[in-house]
């Protein structure tokens, strides 16, 4: 695949964002920092060079810069979609019960639970996410996986598929999520037969997408849970809020309050290298470039959306003006 900008990009939109999109793109290829996730044996395998830029505008427009078309694993950023189907079947109130929404500051792998509760800290960390998975509704393991394949459709308006080579390679890897699925039963935080709820998360965090999709998903959800491209309601807009304050305050696991502070705009990473960020109202922005720094943030990815806050004017609590109109 290209590793160079497409002058196809042209056609797709117009200055002023497909300039900072070009400008970003050229200075960060040259940042080669990070490391790949190697601890899924099938990750380690991605070619490191690979490297996109997306928005997707709430009245559909796309601009967008780099290898757009590359396919990859969603891994943590299906934390979110799966956190709204939770809402969706059970509601805010009991879902509360089971994951709670405070930022742990602490790696998203972590295997703790808070003191008191015994709750999963928030939705955005494996143990929290584990626990959301465990409340997927359906009648057995493949209604389970064929309703959060149905959710991923909406969203991106394409058909979602499980990379079953990154899929086995996590399920025979995860011990460690293993560990925390284990200390949540202990706790009567997830009752189900725990195997086939650490199924269903690896299937989650093995759904294929692209950086356009990663874009289109951001969209949707800045567009009060409405598909800008294909206009289906993806999930009820009243779970919009919940799900992005929690990934405002916990989406980018132990960086989440730096980037509040610098980026600020609720966003969520996965050791893809994918990040997905939602500015309300207006924009969804999809980054893909896989190489990882120490919390399992992408490098090019961090340093993309800050500089793109800064010239679009994108922070929430921008008020100086500074930055793009749009
Ligand atoms: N941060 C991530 O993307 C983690 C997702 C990965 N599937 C895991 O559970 O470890």
Redesign the pocket.
Known sequence: MANKANPENVEIGSAPFLAVLNDLYSQYKLLKEGTL?N??PELAKVNPELFSICIVTVDGQRYEVGDNQHQF?I?????VFAYGLALEDHGRDYVLTKVGVEPTGDA??AIILDEQSKRPYNPMV?AG??ATTSLIKGSGATERLNRVLDMFQKYTGQNALVDISVFTS?RST?H??RAIAHLMLNFGMIDQNIEEVLDL??QQ??VMVNCQDLAVMAATLANRGMNPITGEQAIDSRYIKDILSVMYTCGM?NFAGEWAYKVGIPAK????GGIMAVVPHKMGIGVFSPLLDVR?NSVRGVKVCEELSQRLGLHLFECSGEGLKF
């Open positions: 996730a601890y899924i694993t891994q943590s950023i299906s934390k998203f792998n494996n996410a584990i996590e995860g460690r999520n998360y690896f965090c093995a696991y990473s996965g050791v893809c399992g």
